[in-house]
């Protein structure tokens, strides 16, 4: 005797299969560009907040005469189309100079660009004065997203690092 398994007509049609599909890609479609949008604005956010953290360390640093050294950020703009960086520096000069093994070099995602204008931000060499704080420059920077977004950073002439 053959069993023959019983439905009682309970079971899903292909149409309804479908349809319920159709809605399923219609949703993710129209979800895409947000998530898209959220992702670009996320990264901008990251990168700009560890910027600031790390001119914030410089200055506290430079506050404290931690070394009894010159501390700052040096920001590597790379007009070749490489990679912009930023390194956090202590130094026994004034400046930058050249790399040390005891900077901390952060390289931004490629989709993301320092710029500077010179008339804001005279140089891209920022550090800070021993147990004072003030910055050898001040002005504005920004971090842009190439394919969407932007975001600025100002240096005010006391050291103040804001997010404008």
């Given amino acids: ?3 023959r398994a019983i439905f009682n007509g309970r079971a899903f049609t292909l149409v309804e299969l479908v349809i319920v599909m159709g809605i399923m890609l219609a949703t993710l479609v129209a979800a895409t560009p947000i998530y898209g949008n959220l992702y670009f604005s996320t990264q901008l956010d990251e990168a700009k907040s560890d910027l600031i953290q790390k001119f914030r360390t410089a200055r506290q640093r430079a506050v404290a005469g931690f070394d009894n050294k010159t501390h700052g950020v040096y920001l590597d703009i790379n007009f070749s189309g490489t990679q912009d960086r930023y390194i956090l520096y202590s130094r026994s000069g004034t400046s930058y100079g050249t790399a040390d093994p005891t900077d901390t070099i952060v390289v931004l995602d490629q989709a993301l660009q320092l710029e500077r204008d010179p008339a804001q931000l ?4 920022i550090n800070f004065t021993k147990g004072g704080g003030a910055p050898s420059v001040n002005g504005t ?3 842009r997203h190439v394919s969407e977004g932007i975001r600025t950073i100002r240096i005010t002439p006391l050291g103040l690092i ?3």
């Fill in 1 to 3: 005797m053959k069993s």
């Fill in 122 to 125: 005279s140089s891209a060499d």
């Fill in 141 to 143: 920077f920004t971090i």
């Fill in 162 to 164: 804001r997010e404008q």
